[in-house]
Each structure stands twice: as structure tokens, then as C-alpha cells.
């Protein structure tokens, strides 16, 4: 099979941070195509995956296992041994997808260009959309993981991070931006959870948001499981952020606020930061303020 982008020994070139499922299978069998399957949760239960897909396991080994919080980015040594455990060379062009739609897969998104790879795109509507428009799947068992090995020879691929500041940052950060008038924080959990009248899914962390962050729920720049057109995520962003260029996204645990990371760069914003810890940190008892309300 082949068009005007690739063929089906070369994926070609991405055409943005988003491919459809037309796109994805018409490249499915490139050599230097990889399909990586970033479900978390019960999403990992949903016994199917795309044909080839190896795991990215944002619950467990594509997560910091050393720290308190949950989800937060591995090290720049770690990140590269799991990389290159699936059979990921630098030069490979990379698509996400998650078993929900677009929820986690954008945090391995987002985690690829932290560290410096930009050959990377995220499956429009996940893996509901390849079912959906009739491609196949295989059983979830079938998913090749760590030690894949890649092309029938060696089990790693020759993947090095190389990390790049400012995409992930930490708490400080976002004092900063809560009191910079050049920048605007974002959290995408739900209202109700933002208002602090919504039960918090861990223990121990405090009800309601920073003081002077904005609510923008990841579902709501999404429609059917798929990301809005560009026009209506740049009247979303403008909406509530007005002319401020530099933005700061959040969430529980720094999964949902990578969709917002992915909206806003789809929407034309150049400089976006993801808050690693989000709620996860910010929530527990600390000296960081919190707010309830709307």
C-alpha cells in the first residue's frame, strides 16, 4: 500500500501530533513504524489491542517507582532502558494510542517529546476509532512488551533521551505562573473535583485547586473520543485565557492534563508546561494553598 506520505516500508512523515486511524493502518506494516499502547487503569483490561503494539506502561515501568507520587516521569537513564527495551530506535516514527480514546495516550506524548523525540503522534479517538472504522486486533496477550524483539534480531532498539527543560515541571513553577500575568494554569480534572465538592480518587489529599487556576475538564476539548477541531480548542483556550501565551496544565496525577498539553499545542500555543505531581502533590497537606469554589 502506498500514497503520497510513505509506503508501506517507511511511515514517512507525520502530518501533526495527531494521526487517524486511515493514516495508522495504511502504515501499519513500515519497518519504521512503532505502536505503542499507553491504557492505564481498567483500560488496560480491555483485552484488545492493535495488531504489533507493545506496552507502554505508564502504571508501572514508564513512571518514577522510586517516588511517592504516582505517574511521574523516570529518569532520563531509566526512560531510555525502557525505550530501548521495546525495540524503539531513534529513528522510528512513533504512534500512541490508549484503549479509552485519547486520555493516557497523550501523556506518552508528551513523555516522548520531554525527552527530546519528536517523531511521535497520538491516535485520534484511540483505539475505539481503529475498531470502529473495521481494522483489526489481537488479543490483548498478544501485546509485545519489554524485550520485544524488534525485526526478528536484537531485543533493544538504540532510543537515548535526551531531555529538554521546561515541558515537565514541579511546584514551583507553578507559583510562578499563578502570579505571572503572562501565564495561566489549567486543570483538567472535573468541575466538581476543581470546586472541591467532588471526592478526590486517593486518600488524603485536600478538596478544591490552586488559587487563580482555570477549569478546563480534558473531556470537554474532546468530542465522541476524539480532539475538537483547531478552531474550537483555540476558542476553548481563549476563552479562559485571554491573551496570555505561556501555559501551565494540571491534573491528579499528570495523565489527563498531557490532553490538555496536546489541545493547546493543536490550538497554536507554543509554550506549555505540564505539572508533574499535580493534584497528587499540590493536594496533600503542605503549605501550598488551596481554594474551594467555583
Known amino acids: 500500500m ?3 506520505a510513505g509506503t508501506a516500508d517507511n511511515a514517512g512523515s507525520l502530518p501533526g501530533p495527531l494521526v487517524g486511524a486511515d493514516w495508522l493502518a495504511a502504515r501499519i506494516a513500515a519497518a519504521d513504524l512503532v505502536v505503542l499502547d499507553a491504557s492505564v487503569g481498567a483500560h488496560r483490561g480491555a483485552g484488545w489491542r492493535i495488531p504489533g503494539a507493545r506496552r507502554f506502561d505508564i502504571d508501572g ?3 518514577d517507582g522510586a517516588g511517592s507520587l504516582p505517574h511521574t516521569m523516570p529518569g532520563a537513564r531509566r526512560f531510555t ?3 530501548r527495551a521495546l525495540g524503539v530506535d531513534g529513528t522510528d516514527t512513533v504512534v500512541v494510542y ?3 480514546g485519547i486520555y493516557s495516550s497523550a501523556r506518552a506524548w508528551w513523555m516522548l517529546r520531554a525527552m527530546g523525540f519528536d517523531r511521535v503522534a497520538v491516535l485520534d479517538g484511540g483505539l475505539p476509532a481503529w475498531t470502529a ?3 483489526p486486533v489481537d488479543r490483548a496477550e498478544k501485546a509485545q512488551g519489554a524485550g520485544c524483539m524488534k525485526g526478528g534480531a536484537e531485543p533493544v532498539g538504540d532510543f537515548t533521551a535526551r531531555p529538554r527543560d521546561g515541558m515537565l515541571v514541579g ?9 505571572d500575568p503572562r501565564s495561566a494554569v489549567l486543570d483538567a480534572r472535573s468541575r466538581e473535583r476543581f470546586a472541591g465538592t467532588g471526592a478526590e480518587p486517593r486518600p488524603g489529599l485536600r478538596p478544591g485547586h490552586m488559587p487563580g487556576a482555570l477549569n478546563l475538564p480534558f473531556g470537554e476539548i474532546q468530542r465522541d473520543g476524539r480532539m475538537l477541531p483547531a478552531d ?9 485565557v485571554g491573551e496570555r501565551e505561556r501555559l501551565v496544565v494540571s491534573c491528579g496525577s499528570g495523565v489527563t492534563a498531557c ?3 496536546l489541545g493547546a499545542e493543536l490550538a497554536g500555543y507554543g509554550a506549555v508546561s505540564v505539572y508533574d505531581g499535580s493534584w497528587s502533590e499540590w493536594g496533600r497537606p503542605s503549605e501550598l494553598p488551596v481554594v474551594t469554589g467555583e
Do not use: I
Open 81 to 83: 532502558e525502557e525505550m
Open 61 to 63: 515501568a514508564m513512571s
Open 232 to 240: 474550537e480548542l483555540r476558542a476553548s483556550f481563549g476563552a479562559l
Open 171 to 179: 511546584s514551583g513553577a507553578v507559583v510562578a505562573a499563578l502570579v
Open 98 to 100: 490508549d484503549a479509552a
Open 2 to 4: 502506498t500514497d503520497d
Open 133 to 135: 472504522a473495521g481494522f
Open 259 to 261: 490532553v490538555l498539553a
